[in-house]
């Protein structure tokens, strides 16, 4: 029999942690539930999840659509574009039969590319490997999760036309999202073997996705949010704590001069896997806590102060003053709040 081989290759950077990333999940266990009711798809669909942060993982090799379980997705720190599509590469040599005298190979396989983030490694390795080898041998369809992405690095993967942004992240614009993704795999497992077809799209929703037009100038997102990484005093787990920018201006005499501060968005609980799905460099990125407004609860145990700092460097929750341990050194030490303390440099993570 022969298979069309369908990979998922799923950003899950912090800059996807969560409402992104459990409506991915649920996304996913609905395109296979839709696809397991389709005989076309039945008899030719087989797929793979890959996730990508910092590190790559297989969640799930290469699976008959019957006996596919959606895992759950992991989180990690970086966005290692480059280690992501080695990897796919990889996979596609390890797992793709291709034709020999005796059998016949598998059909194309397509892979759907969906990030948020700019890539955080070296892309320039695999983007060669990649157009010298695969680039006529799988069919790659890159989806930017808001306009945080770089179009530009995707544009080269692939062919503009299969480059989309997904501009609506409402619970709605992201089920008719899963929904054409569900339904391009249909339109793939019906039209193996037609050269003339199998390249071709479902028509995208454009009032949520939008195609690559190279004629345009990309829009671009002036800065990054800011992520940090605590952990739970009581539980040891990590917790992601996300600040948005706010730029301001400002006259000084004849000068004008610019300021970015970060205010709370949103605090995140996630597993110790977070830390194996994080990129093993250095990350020497800081801000000043002078900059940081808001301050998140712990959503491991709800400590109600989420971002108390030890001298190691690292952050973590605290229920209030008194004598504590840090999670990360185990250290003790008293911790209280000053008002007039001097900023500190804090480490964020790379998003």
Same mark, same amino acid.
């Given at each position: ?19 992104? @990333?459990?409506?991915?999940? &649920? ?36 699976? $008959?659509?019957?006996? /596919? ?18 990897? @796919?590469?990889?996979?596609? !040599? ?7 005298? $005796?059998?016949? #190979? ?10 948020? #983030? ?6 320039? =390795? ?19 999760? #808001?306009?945080?992405?770089? @179009? ?6 692939? !062919?503009?036309? %299969? ?28 039209? +193996?073997?037609?050269?003339?077809? $199998? ?16 004629? %345009? ?13 605590? %952990? ?5 787990? =990590? ?25 709370? +968005? ?20 800081? /801000? $000043? ?9 712990? =959503? ?19 229920? #209030?003053?008194? &004598? ?19 900023? +500190? ?7």
């Amino acid at each position: 029999m022969r298979r069309l081989p369908i990979y998922f290759l799923l950003d899950v950077s912090e800059s996807m942690i969560g409402e992104n @990333l459990y409506r991915l999940e &649920e996304g996913l266990s609905h395109i296979v539930a839709t696809l397991r009711t389709d005989p076309h798809a039945l008899e030719t669909a087989w797929i793979s999840i890959i996730a990508f942060a910092g590190q790559v993982r297989r969640l799930l090799p290469l699976t $008959e659509l019957t006996s /596919v379980v959606v895992p759950s997705l992991p989180a990690g720190g970086g966005t290692s574009l480059g280690r992501a599509m080695n990897y @796919l590469m990889d996979e596609v !040599d390890a797992s793709v039969r291709r034709n020999t005298p $005796e059998r016949k #190979g598998d059909w194309k396989p397509i892979a759907f590319l969906i990030t948020d #983030g700019k890539p955080t490694d070296d892309i320039a =390795p695999a983007l060669s490997r990649w157009q010298q080898h695969y680039a006529s041998r799988v069919s790659l369809v890159a989806v930017s999760i #808001g306009r945080n992405a770089d @179009l530009g690095v995707l544009s080269q993967f692939t !062919d503009a036309d %299969k480059v989309l942004t997904l501009d609506d992240s409402s619970d709605g614009a992201f089920q008719r999202f899963i929904a054409w993704v569900t339904q391009s795999v249909q339109a793939r497992s019906r039209s +193996v073997g037609d050269v003339n077809k $199998e390249e071709q799209l479902p028509d995208a929703d454009v009032s949520i996705l939008k195609k690559l037009n190279l004629d %345009k100038p990309m829009e671009r997102v002036d800065e990054s949010n800011a992520y940090f990484v605590s %952990k739970c005093q009581r539980s040891e787990l =990590p917790y992601i704590s996300r600040y948005e920018p706010m730029h301001q201006s400002f006259d000084v005499g004849s000068a004008q001069l610019s300021a970015t501060t970060y205010r709370l +968005v949103g605090c995140y609980p996630v597993k110790n896997s977070y830390f194996e799905m994080s990129s093993e460099a250095p990350n020497f990125a800081t /801000v $000043e806590s002078d900059q940081i407004f808001g301050t998140p609860s712990c =959503p491991h145990c709800g400590n109600r102060i989420g971002f108390a700092m030890c001298s190691c460097g690292n952050t973590f929750c605290v229920a #209030g003053e008194g &004598e504590q341990t840090c999670p990360w050194c185990q250290q003790r030490a008293y911790f209280g709040c000053f008002a007039d303390g001097e900023s +500190v440099e804090i480490s964020r993570a790379r998003g």
